[in-house]
């Protein structure tokens, strides 16, 4: 995982480099994501696997996103192919991410997964993201999810910090403490 993500590096920062300059930020995180999506899908990630001509698989992929979003602009143009004659498309998702990340830095935001064993109310979310943004220094963008295997509390992810105050993190700790004793 950390190969890909050193691999994906040099190329996530050139697209970040190239929607900037262009003021094109939010269209570029929309492909990269879009793009990213798309390769989940068994047909797409087989041709991009597939010892087919590279031509082909930038053929591919410009056409999908001229379906999605209409006109593709020559550097997207140019930044698939660039990815295709250098093997590279397999690493659109962990390019995406690595884009994700320099966005919100240089937007000052922080995405900030929290998962709940029960649905957190409006209230507790505006409460835990003042607290974050008084933390971080930052914008936080709180996404929510459930998941009652917690059995209590939450697991909260921002950015590389994770806040597990659950009741099944905190049995999964107390059994490994007494497992060592």
């Known amino acids: 995982m950390a190969e ?21 930020r939010d269209r570029w995180s929309r492909i990269l994501d879009f793009l990213s999506r798309a390769l989940r899908e068994p ?14 698989k930038t053929h591919e992929l410009i056409e999908l996103l001229r379906q999605e979003f209409g006109e593709v602009t020559e550097p997207v ?10 093997k590279r498309l397999a690493l659109l998702p962990e390019i995406s991410e690595q884009f994700e990340m320099l966005k919100a ?16 109310t409006d209230d507790e979310v505006e409460r835990l993201s003042a607290a974050l943004k008084r933390r971080f220094e930052q ?5 929510t999810a459930v998941d009652d295997s917690l059995i209590g509390g939450a697991v909260i992810r921002a950015g590389d910090t994770v806040v597990d105050g659950s009741v099944r993190g905190k049995l999964d700790k107390l059994a490994e403490s007494l497992a060592r004793t």
């Open 4 to 24: 890909l993500a050193t691999l994906a590096r040099p190329y996530g920062n050139a697209a970040f480099d190239i929607a900037s300059e262009r003021g094109e």
């Open 43 to 56: 047909g797409l990630h087989a041709l991009v696997a597939s010892p087919v001509a590279d031509a082909q």
């Open 77 to 86: 143009r140019r930044f698939i192919q660039v990815l295709g004659s250098n």
């Open 105 to 120: 830095e240089a937007e000052k935001t922080l995405d900030v997964a929290v998962t709940s064993a029960v649905a957190m």
């Open 139 to 143: 914008d936080i963008e709180i996404s």
